[in-house]
């Protein structure tokens, strides 16, 4: 059973950062493209950012510049690095992971591993 577990979340200031931790067990995650997303208050959850097994990386237009994603294949984690948090920043963040990138919209979606989201919230 594949399990993804986020930590890291809390209370920031505008312009502060926060980084953001997946532990994943029962798969090895180096076989895995790996994903971020977000869902903001009565909002639909939504791409941040997208790790590939191959080691290339997406971004959203809103994480560009400022979001950082990355993993450790020996500990079978993959971070959320966010600097210049902003107030529109704020929302549970959800870890994900996929064998096959599924994309809607042009954006990475359908992700076949979830875990159950770490709260970001950002106080202007």
């Known amino acids: 059973q594949v399990q993804l577990v986020e930590s890291g979340g809390g209370l920031v200031q505008a312009g502060g950062s926060l980084r953001l931790s997946c532990a994943v067990s029962?798969?090895?995650?180096?076989?895995?493209?790996m994903g971020w997303f977000r869902q903001a208050p009565g909002k639909e959850r939504e791409f941040v950012a997208l790790?590939?097994?191959?080691?290339?990386?997406e971004y959203a237009d809103s994480a560009k510049g400022r979001f950082t994603i990355s993993r450790d294949n020996a500990l079978n984690t993959v971070y959320l690095q966010m600097n210049n948090l902003k107030p529109e920043d704020t929302g549970v963040y959800y870890c994900?992971?996929?064998?096959?990138?599924?994309?809607?919209?042009?954006?990475?979606?359908?992700?076949?591993?979830w875990g159950k989201g770490t709260l970001v919230t950002v106080s202007s």
């Open positions: 790790s590939r097994n191959t080691g290339n990386t």
């Open positions: 029962g798969r090895n995650v180096r076989l895995l493209h």
């Open positions: 994900a992971g996929t064998s096959i990138i599924r994309y809607k919209n042009g954006r990475p979606s359908d992700m076949d591993y």
